[in-house]
């Protein structure tokens, strides 16, 4: 009588979990953060040695792709010595300097004709590239 009653009952479960499978459907649904405050608290500390305060930006992404450019409401920005310890407080809310970008006469296509995009740097023209360039990035890497 027991194993009746046990098969009776996984009979009943198999067929009501088939059921509740067969039945599924897919769905979407997007909920948003229903949070009141305008902004959330971010505390950061980033050093950058040799880059002037004006120069630095925050750029803000959030999930949803909403993007803010150059966010600098409170963001206090101090110059450092040469040892990383703070010399001059740069202020908040400044106004960032425009960088002002190269001007090519040529297209994108005529720069990139030969596929070179780098300057290659030899120990003998490392120190005139330098003092030609105001700013320079610079990849050393082993070969």
């Known amino acids: 009588m027991m194993s009746i ?3 009776a009952v996984m009979t009943i479960l198999f067929l009501s979990e088939t059921i509740a499978f067969a039945r599924t459907s897919m769905g979407t649904a ?3 953060d229903e949070n009141d405050q305008p902004q959330i608290r971010l505390n950061f ?3 950058l040695m040799d880059l002037h305060c004006d120069f630095v930006s925050v750029d803000v992404w959030d999930t949803l792709g909403t993007n803010r450019q150059n966010v600098t409401k409170n963001i206090e920005k101090w110059q450092l010595d040469e040892e990383g310890q703070r010399r001059i407080f740069s202020g908040r809310n400044r106004e960032q300097r425009e960088v002002v970008h190269e001007e090519h006469e040529e297209t994108l ?3 990139h004709e ?3 995009q ?3 740097l030899t120990p003998d023209n490392f120190q005139e590239f330098l003092n030609e360039h105001e700013m320079a990035f610079i990849d050393m890497y082993a070969p």
Do not use: H, K
């Open 5 to 7: 009653a046990a098969i």
């Open 30 to 32: 997007i909920t948003l």
């Open 45 to 47: 500390n980033i050093t």
């Open 109 to 111: 296509e005529e720069l």
């Open 114 to 116: 030969d596929g070179e």
């Open 118 to 120: 780098a300057v290659e």
